[in-house]
């Protein structure tokens, strides 16, 4: 008897008390999705832990940005959306602009202007992609390889990743055709500007994966930006592509002898959207923060924690030198003029519109 | 057991060539890890061959030859890969010399039955080394983890340093961040609340569901029991997207509660089965006689059944706690951040950030279930000592 009594009553209390703290909660926190390890602490020291203190509203990180697509996708149909702002990139953001799952912004009404004045439309530029998207980062895809294992002829050109007999070994690429494709047609002879004319057509589709077919026995594909630099440290790949942010932090903060090919890297950009839908209450907290954050100093203050440039041109100017390391970090931006000699951008047209077609002829190569 | 077989020695085309054999499965490891498995294969079969001749028909005495062949390929493999591989050298010479006179002297026969075949002596030792390399398939990628987690670096990688033995490569600083980092901390909490109410939660259903179900008398048992099992058998994706929508709609997902009761879900059926299993040699005289002395039926549940069925309800209970805390697919959907586990922060963490903090935690989740297994092994055994203790 006594047991039964204890059980229920001990169940009935927890239940209680979660859902009143829930409640309680509610009020003053909001839900921050991001993707997690280095960038989302770059995001917790620039933006999350200034705004706590300046507000006292809570901030809880959820690591989803990778699923950020179907999960805002399931929300919306089970009618809950528990996210306030959510970090993605570029591609995701039109797409979820297309299927009303983000909030339309007017940069010039929600947005801070520039310290001199200039609005914030003018200081984002170009990189307004999307009616919903509003940019935080520049970030590249580019190679990083072991110094150690190409002898004394470090690699300068991108083509070197298809040159298995001056640098014999692995090579880590993404399980997916984006860039892939770019880089394979370029090493093939395809003229920089013509790159997409020839992806457009099936031959220039065949002719990439044919010229990616040389090196497959020696590839291995990579799916989380995490796995390169693990699979550098290890000696298993003499090189690899991932994110440039990755491969500062391979080998400024872990020593590792990697070095960086900044040969035709591609640029991406990766920024904020609001889910539809939200209520006020939430809409306006969120885009309060979106305001805080995205200001000049703000997008600033991140470059001192990761390497991945700002998205606004007033913030280049204040870019300065890493919190822990010291070290200088205008040298380490995707976006510094010496870095920057040959880069792509994401074609975001392109890739709307091929994408699902390349993608399929792309998995069907992989399984042969 | 004592020797059954009168034993003898063996040709040396016989053990030569078995040696050799077994010396070019070893040298396939070795010669991999040199860069060529090949000439690894052809180089093992002739140096254990002929090591095996040279121990049993000219050394002859079996002592020296042993703790020779230890020092000799121990000096092999410091030769070859310093001091890891010294030790392993060592450990392939006890073997190797160890296996000659084991199949020189004949002693392979000794403990099985004397009418055995040699095919059938053959499949005996053969069964038991599919079965040993089984378990060494099973236990590695756990075993690698282990060392892993000491790493200095912060990567899955065996730095020349541990390979040295040398302390610098070794740290502490994984079980550091792991203890001090407010994200593991957060998560660890949220287990630590959410396991244990769940588990309370499927024992009580559990036990209930299963003691009802035993009554003869209840219709439609087999399809109930089906129903209450269903979580188990269910992919659990499937369960998941579904309490994910159902949990939206009534307001619990991304509460507490929420994940609590899912979790409970997912724990019942371990309870059911195993407490069913212990009611099967419930002798149900002893309710009948409980009744019969004026015990109403909760009395008779508590004072009588409970404590002889309790073993599988540990047992039940423990698994619902493992199911609880091992849990990542179902959380993911149903809880949101504010209830993120150890197992969620494990999987975004490999996702996003490869940081041995993970070999940390999952050593620590290691040793937890070994200790919560064994539990459930010696109540296990104490419930089977009970059941052949009582009547019926």
Known sequence: MKLTKTILASTALTAVASMASAEAHMANEMTIVSWGGAYSNSQQQAYHNPYMEMTGVEIINDESSAEAVAKLRAMNEAGNVTWDVVDVVASDAIRLCDEGLAMEIDPDEMLADAPDGTSAEDDFGDLLVSDCFIPQIVYSTTFGYRTDMVGDTPPTSVCAVFDTETYPGKRALEKRPINNMEWALLCDGVAKEDVYDVLETEEGQQQALDKLDTIKDDVIWWSAGADTPQLLADGEIVMGSTYNGRLFSLIEEQDQPVGMLWDAQVFDLDGWIIPAGLSDERKARALDYIKFATDTQRLADQAKYISYGPARKSSAPLVGKHAELGIEMAPHMPTDPENAKNTFLYNYEFWADYRDDIDAKFQAWLAQ | ?392
């Open chain 2, 1 to 392: 057991m004592a020797a059954l077989t009168p034993i003898s020695r063996t040709p040396v085309s016989f053990y030569v060539p078995v040696v050799a054999a077994a010396g070019a499965f070893a040298g396939l490891f070795v010669g991999t890890a040199q860069g060529s498995g090949l000439l690894g294969i052809v180089v093992g079969a002739i140096a254990m061959g002929a090591l095996a001749y040279v121990l049993t028909q000219i050394i002859k005495s079996e002592t020296p030859s042993r703790w020779g062949t230890v020092v000799l390929l121990a000096v092999v493999g410091y030769f070859l890969g310093g001091l890891p591989a010294m030790v392993i050298g060592g450990i392939f010479g006890w073997l190797f010399a160890w296996f000659s006179f084991w199949l020189y002297e004949g002693r392979y026969r000794a403990k099985v039955p004397p009418y055995l075949t040699p095919m059938q002596v053959l499949w005996h030792f053969t069964f038991r080394v599919i079965c040993g390399a089984i378990l060494v398939f099973l236990i590695t990628p756990i075993l690698v983890v282990m060392p892993l987690s000491f790493n200095a670096e912060n990567f899955f990688t065996f730095t020349p340093e541990m390979l040295r033995f040398d302390p610098a490569g070794y740290s502490l600083k994984h079980y550091r961040d792991f203890f001090s980092s407010s994200d593991w901390q957060n998560a660890l909490r949220n287990s630590v609340m959410i396991a244990p109410v769940a588990t309370l939660l499927s024992v009580s259903f559990g036990t209930l569901a299963a003691i009802g179900l035993s009554q003869p008398h209840v219709p439609f048992r087999r399809a109930i029991m089906a129903v209450l099992i269903s979580p188990m058998i269910v992919p659990l994706i499937i369960s998941a997207a579904g309490m994910y929508f159902f949990y939206s709609r009534i307001g619990l997902q991304g509460t507490y509660l929420g994940v609590v009761l899912a979790h409970a879900a997912l724990g019942i059926p371990f309870v059911i089965i195993t407490v069913t299993a212990t009611l099967v040699g419930f002798d149900r005289s002893l309710t009948r006689a409980a009744a019969n002395m004026g015990a109403n039926p909760v009395t008779t549940f508590f004072r009588v059944q409970m404590p002889l069925i309790l073993p599988g309800v540990i047992s039940g209970g423990l698994f619902a706690f493992i199911t609880s805390f091992d849990e990542v697919v179902v959380v993911l959907f149903v809880g949101s951040a504010g209830q993120k586990t150890l197992p969620w922060q494990m999987f975004t963490g490999l996702r996003e950030q490869i940081s041995p903090t993970i070999l940390a935690v999952a050593t620590i989740l290691v040793i937890i279930s070994i200790c919560l297994l064994t539990t459930v092994e010696l109540l296990r055994r104490r419930s089977e000592r009970l059941r052949g203790m009582s009547p019926g």
